[in-house]
T-cell receptor
Framework: GIQVEQSPPDLILQEGANSTLRCNFS?????LQWFHQNPWGQLINLFY???GTKQNGRLSATTVATERYSLLYISSSQTTDSGVYFC????????????FGKGITLSVRP | DVKVTQSSRYLVKRTGEKVFLECVQD?????MFWYRQDPGLGLRLIYF???????EKGDIPEGYSVSREKKERFSLILESASTNQTSMYLC????????????FGPGTRLLVL
């Protein structure tokens, strides 16, 4: 099956700093989503981004499908950004099944 | 807004008990999914369903079964709970077709003693 690797596994930031989270995948995809899991366990959709660039406030994401990676940018980080960030992809022909990376644990310190 | 709800946030059960986890979505989604999440392993797919009364095994179906009698409801069943099924269980739903956004419920933390 498709492999999804996220890096770094853990990240500690001072409030106000910027960061880049990376997701590499091993096959062509027709769906890529970034999720944030808050401390209570809820996964929140951040972006649906199989290709191109999107921005939503302090967050933005870029997927280069031909090179099989996606980047999530967090600018001016806040303590509420803490949690686990997951990248999930749907391989072409996978019939709606998402494969998740193992996640990146982000801690933003005040 | 899409809403996916799960019957319990926290559950404590004894080894050997039969456990039912319920998931309901209110957006007429065809596809529904059950995952479990464990530290260091990410989310792993247990079962999914494309439509009413249809189900397919995911990556780790052993020890679990599912039921989908109505489109909005997808149940996960642990026939005889074991301690290695202690985990966070997450339900999700989405529209059919490639490239649709997937939405998650709040999760159920299950402890099997």
């Amino acid at each position: 099956g498709i492999q999804v690797e996220q890096s770094p596994p853990d990240l500690i930031l001072q409030e106000g700093a910027n960061s880049t989270l990376r997701c590499n995948f091993s096959d062509s995809v027709n769906n890529l989503q970034w999720f944030h899991q808050n401390p209570w366990g809820q996964l929140i959709n951040l972006f649906y981004i199989p290709s191109g660039t999107k921005q939503n406030g302090r967050l933005s994401a870029t997927t280069v499908a031909t090179e099989r990676y996606s980047l999530l940018y967090i600018s001016s980080s806040q303590t509420t950004d803490s949690g686990v960030y997951f990248c999930a992809v749907e391989r072409r022909g996978a019939n709606s099944k998402l494969t998740f990376g193992k996640g990146i644990t982000l801690s933003v310190r005040p | 807004d899409v809403k996916v709800t799960q019957s319990s946030r926290y559950l404590v059960k004894r080894t050997g008990e039969k456990v039912f986890l319920e998931c309901v979505q209110d957006m007429d989604h065809e596809n529904m999914f059950w995952y479990r999440q464990d530290p260091g392993l990410g989310l792993r797919l247990i079962y999914f369903s494309y439509d009413v009364k249809m189900k397919e095994k995911g990556d780790i179906p052993e020890g679990y079964s599912v039921s989908r009698e109505k489109k909005e409801r997808f149940s996960l069943i642990l026939e005889s709970a074991s301690t290695n099924q202690t985990s966070m269980y997450l339900c999700a739903s989405r529209l059919a077709g490639a490239g649709e956004t997937q939405y998650f419920g709040p999760g159920t933390r299950l402890l099997v003693l």
